[in-house]
């Protein structure tokens, strides 16, 4: 697995993971990123931070997530690289589909990000926050109000705002209140970087209609609502991020 990120530092970096005898990975780092910081970084971004084992009991203990769990028994959520990236994402791709987003997010990266060689292949950083400051106000056809926006994200950044270590040790609803002063970040996509990019194995993203759809089918609660999903979840603690994005997967490929 090559990941080229702008790291926590705010600087881009690479890292080739590969897997190595029984269950140890190893990575091999290119750009800035030190050690140390690569393995905080990575182990965030794949989950591999929290006591697997643990989440296993939780998943158990209640019998309609163990038979998903059953299925899906190594399953970590997957993270975005960093809360910038998430919130950048989240400017980019506002009343867009995925496929255009992901296009248009590479565009600016193939613009305006760093390059950065591993194992042989070259990849692309997304744009340090100080390259989005010093790009164009258009920023590869963006119109200004957008750009404006993904701007802003980059401001915040270097103001320490979206620092995963500071979300991490927020309350979850106390995060996505801070994040939503950043213009352009409403309380869905703030709790998007919460939930997919801090790396807090307990926060739940109560307002997701999907989820909340999805855990009513799978527990067989019609009409379920937000309180209704926060009652079922008490059961989840202190891995309900991890049982959400179990859920919502395992709606979207059809197990329920």
Request: aromatic fraction near 6%.
């Amino acid at each position: 697995m090559r990941i080229v990120f702008v790291g926590d530092d705010l600087r881009s970096s690479g890292v080739a993971v590969i897997k190595a005898a029984g269950t140890v990975l190893r990575c091999e780092l290119a750009g800035s990123v030190s050690d140390e910081a690569a393995r905080t970084q990575i182990e965030r971004v794949l989950s591999l931070d929290h006591d697997g084992e643990w989440w296993a009991r939780v998943a158990e203990s209640d019998s309609t997530l163990a038979a998903l769990h059953s299925r899906r028994p190594g399953a970590r959520p997957v993270l975005f690289h960093s809360p910038y990236e998430a919130a950048a994402w989240s400017v980019i791709s506002l009343r867009r589909g995925r496929t255009q987003g992901q296009n248009l997010r590479s565009r600016i990266a193939e613009a305006l990000g760093e390059r950065i060689e591993l194992g042989g292949e070259t990849g692309v950083a997304f744009p340090t926050p100080e390259r989005l400051l010093e790009a164009d106000p258009e920023i590869q056809g963006l119109d200004p109000e957008r750009a404006a926006r993904l701007q802003g994200v980059a401001r915040a950044a270097l103001d320490g705002v979206l620092d995963p270590e500071l979300l991490r040790s927020l309350e979850p609803a106390e995060a996505v209140e801070r994040l939503t002063r950043i213009r352009g970040l409403g309380p869905y996509y703030a709790g998007l970087v919460v939930v997919r990019a801090s790396g807090n194995s307990d926060a739940l993203p109560i307002a997701e209609k999907k989820l909340i759809d999805a855990t009513g089918r799978l527990y067989g609660r019609d009409g379920l609502d937000e309180r209704g999903l926060g009652e079922i979840a008490e059961a989840w603690r202190p891995f309900r991020t991890w049982a959400a994005v179990l859920i919502r997967s395992s709606s979207d490929l059809g197990y329920f």
